[in-house]
């Protein structure tokens, strides 16, 4: 369990002590973005940034965001303050995009009419985890979390700087390169009753790795009799499938079970930053399913309690994107051709990378079951560490490979590569 | 079933919020909002400012623009002209490279990682001295983070003016290496200011005690029009060496880019003179390292769009020009409306004295009106402003301050009569 070592210092006695601040670790993938920029390889290959590179390697603005864009910059008429938790119609646009699913998901429209949805514009992904963090360690009965292992680096760091303490239940499977479902279902049924267990929507970051629908069921089974409280990380809707609203099955699964009354509430944290490419503007939401309205209406008063000495109110740039597109059925549907769009150019490249790479002595297949932006190679740090450093291919030392960074101009070196790696 | 939220109570609205809501369902047509706390143009309207205009096109129309994300610090060429700006380009903490910025969710992100900063790090007295009065947010910003919160006197009501012995003795007094808040320039809420001299004797408090100050910059070149002056107290913190604690500055682009939604601020941390460049550069990268952690753990990574319209209106020569033009477009019409507003008080002879409205300065002022004069001012008049009888300026116009003027009149003269 990670804890916060609390070195103070002295201003009183001068300057001496300040050092005693400890260096905190740099970002791993940051350090990795850093050495890519010193290499003077021209062949070089960027495989560290979760974020989206067209063919050439170019970042890209969707063209819908960009319409909208410039739709806010001939019609805005200010840049006031949004609400704490955003605006009414920001909160309404998402919640209706994610609970009501195109009219497909009833027990969530239910959820929505019964007012038991509080839906809060946070800051992007990581600010939506964080703020309820900050509210399950002021108001929920258990204090601990399980995250899946391996997962995004900095989920335990969020969890545990809120003060809640994390451990892992198994997932993944490193030798057979799959998903460790035996030992899933165990690690998750030996938690303490009542723990928060956080659950990748889809696309597990950075295995890839997905539970199918018949998984999900024993996963749930679980949930409920072991009354532990959902927490779903919902960074990639729109990944697994090209479409968002094919990806939310475990959401509209969990709609019917409270509706049910099998489990009384969970939360979802969900981002814009992949799947509308708003990376930078923080662009997300929480969003708590309560057991009543009227306990939604604390909540809510709760979330602003907390957010208010934070950060005052949420960043409006991205929200009105997103307000903009939602309310424009044109936008709307180009927005969701892009993004079906750039999900169809990954999925390209990773069957490309597949078809090229040596299976003589080494199972690939797992590269095919894998969604989302990743593909988790099951290479060894070493093996990494030699692609580093004699091919000038960059990615994290777990073997995650950020696919977007590759295209049809590099997947031939990258494949080569790769196989010379794997042959000793 | 197994209930998990029991405990959570359902919470009144913050007062401001609550006024504003109360303010938007009110039907008059000729109400007044002197609550909000942010500019707006004569005609009541909020103001994009032109120089964020013209920012907002040349960025969306670069060739490089993008929606990628900022690195944990933030945004590069933000953060250095956001230095310069408010240090000035001549600050001893330039030149000698003694400085740790970090972007922020604007002021209150800002003053929100000091908080959380200092609780861990800070091995002096963990209790912050907040003004009294003070922005309503300044104590739970440093509650929340675990620190103490005291306060100094500053409003002076009987007199309405500044009580600065009050304030300068409580300095003197707080235990050697607390923590003082100082609004810079256009306190908030009472809209009055130190003098120089004033802020002289604060600083020369603060050095003898080594405590530790930080800045809260809300409203540079907001209040007087001129950047340099409004920011004259903290250049003469850090320039004048005296202070042998690090200082922190908390920076906000709200209202003085009127950006804010975009949540557009910076944390500056200033190390003290005379350091050796070794110990300064592992001091600088430790402190760095660790804000970098917070922000991780907090929100990844800071908002883009804002702050390279900050950038740009900073940096651009055009863009520049024209925001300084901007900042004096907005000082100016809030001073008018200052006078305007007294002389009407005086001409309708209004019980009391005005002089504080113009010697005030920035968003506020603080009227000196009672709770319930405040509350027969929104029933009777339909004229919304804080119990605490903070107006917001901006809130007035060619077209509403004779009716606040006359409304202020009645409920003064109401309100005294029936005190009696
Ligand atoms: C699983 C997961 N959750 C959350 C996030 C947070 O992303 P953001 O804060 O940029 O929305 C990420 C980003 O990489 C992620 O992979
Ligand atoms: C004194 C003071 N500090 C800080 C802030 C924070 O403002 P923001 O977070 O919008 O930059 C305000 C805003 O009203 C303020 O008045």
Redesign the pocket.
Known sequence: MLRRSTRPFSVATRLAKWNEIPLAPPDKILGISEAFQKDTNSKKINLGVGAYRDNSGKPIVFPSVKKAETVLLEKETDKE?TGIIGSKKYQDSVRNFIFNNSGKDASGAQLIKEGRIVTAQTISGTGSLRVIADFLKRFNSAQNIIVPKPTWANHVAVFTDAGLSADFYAYYDKENNDLDFANLKKSISDAADESVILLHACCHNPTGMDLTPEQWEEVLAIIEQKKLFPLVDMAYQGFASGSPYKDIGLIRRLNELVQEGKIPTYALCQSFAKNMGLYGERTGSISIIAESGSQAKAIESQLKKLIRPM??NPPIHGSRIVETIFSDENLLSEWLADLDSVVGRLNVVRDKLYQKLDKTNYNWDHLLKQRGMFIYTGLSAEQVIELREKYSVYATEDGRFSISGVNEHNVDYLADAINQVIKK | MASYFTEIKQLPPDPLFGLKARYTADPRSDKVDLGI?AYRDNNGKPWILPAVRGAEKKLIESPGYNHEYLGISGYEPFLTAAAEVILGANSRAISESAIVSQQS?????A?HLVAVFLNEFFAGNKTVYLSKPT?A?HHSVFLSAGLKVDTYPYWDAENKKLDIEGFVSTIQNAPQGSIILL?PCAH?PTGLDPTPAEWNRILDAIAERKHLPIF?S??QGFASGSLEKDAASIRTAIDSGKISSPIFV?Q?F??NVGM?GE?V?ALHVILPAGESAESKETLKSAIKSQLNKLTRSEISNPPAYGAKIVATVLTDPESRKQWEEDLVTMSSRIIKMRNELKLKLIGLGTPGTWDHITNQTGMFSFTGLTPDMAERLEKVHGVYLMSSGRASVAGLNDGNVDKVARAFDEVIRFCSKSKL
């Open positions: 303050y950060y005052s | 706390g969710l604007s002021g209150t992100g003053l922005w947010n609004h908030n809260d809300a409203y908390c906000s709200a209202k804010y949540r601020g």
